[in-house]
């Protein structure tokens, strides 16, 4: 299935006959794309120097915005092992499909009272962008924690004898314990180093007990040996060992060790359930909010740009073209041929009737109505944003 992408259209209403969705969409061309209504409240306009500024703050929450969107859905991938079909499900805004949200969106003015100063809008949409990332970052920070604490504990339990937990297979009887002058030490061999390891252990460091090798385990890549030495040699021997490739195991028995090791792997197991709903669930919240709070960044963006661009008084309409990536291409050109003209000076047509631009006029017409000219900004003639979702 191809990916969906959104564009937000603002046209200026004097330009149009007759309904101007309609207009769009027959502009647009049906196969390229579906065009809806897209409700933007009245806002308080404020100052010129005020709405380029607002351009400026809402041109950057849009890329936090994008940035916490992707993250959220990122971590509901990672907590549900890369499954997309079911991260996809999870992705609901009020319970509903993201794509309905946009569809039928209004403005939720008991959130976000729009009769407030522009600014004060921004700041409190920035506030919950970023209380909801770090509340995120946290949960997910958690799930991995404990998540990777338990594969380590279970990793101990089912890995080789040169890496699992020794508790459960070792027998305390087969070791020196509370000598003066010996200890044991358990020493994992590869298997098809075990003949070696036989023949030369007793000389590789001095004062090995002759004889002293046991045969503990065997898995299909390692045997486990029980050799003892004097205390004093024990570093040299371990040393020795290591250059050998053989890996020396700590373990110290523990009355009760074997039990108290299932019952610490139970706990983190319970554990790891419950911060993976926890953190599937706010999942969930976070794709909602972070969505909730990008699209009404999206709306604001629009009207601020529709004023800055179209004037006074502020009669315009605005549209939701729902496409695709590569169709999405044929949609800009659409509406460049039929709305270049908005451009004034700064769009024309050569003898072809493909539409050029006077770069000139264009940065010093951007320049004066407070629009950004910075590089890599694309500037149209007419208010357009493109997204989409992960």
Known sequence: MPATQYILVSLPLRIFDDDPITALSTTIGRDNGEI???AIPSFKIGTLDGLVQHADDLA????????????VADSLKSILDGDEDKAAQQKMVNDKPTDHYLRSFQWNKVRYRADRPLGELIENLQKE????DNDVKSKFSQYTSVKTNLATL???QTGNLATKSLTPIVNPRLLVQ??????????????????????SYETIAPMVVPRSSIQVAQDDEFT??????????SSEFLHKCREQKWTPRQYKYVEGGKEEEQREIDRVAAEEKKVWGEALRLGR?????SVMIWTHVMALRVFVETVLRYG???????GLVKTTPKLSKKVKTSLDSSYSYLGGNAFGKDKRGRVTKDDATLTSEMAAAGLSTAEGSEYTAYVYYEFEFP
């Not at 509370?178 to 023949?199: G, M, Q, W």
């Not at 919240?285 to 909010?289: P, R």
């Not at 006074?312 to 605005?318: M, T």
């Open 60 to 71: 950057k929450l849009n890329a936090g915005c994008e940035s916490v969107v992707a993250k």
């Open 312 to 318: 006074l008084p502020l009669e315009f309409v605005c």
């Open 224 to 233: 486990l040996f029980a050799v003892t030495t004097f205390k004093k040699s």
């Open 178 to 199: 509370d000598s003066e002058y010996l200890e044991t030490h358990l020493i994992a061999v590869p298997t098809n180093a075990r003949k070696d390891f036989l023949r």
């Open 129 to 132: 962008l970023q209380n909801l």
């Open 154 to 156: 279970q990793r101990r």
């Open 36 to 38: 809806l209504p897209f």
């Open 285 to 289: 919240t976070g794709w909602s909010e």
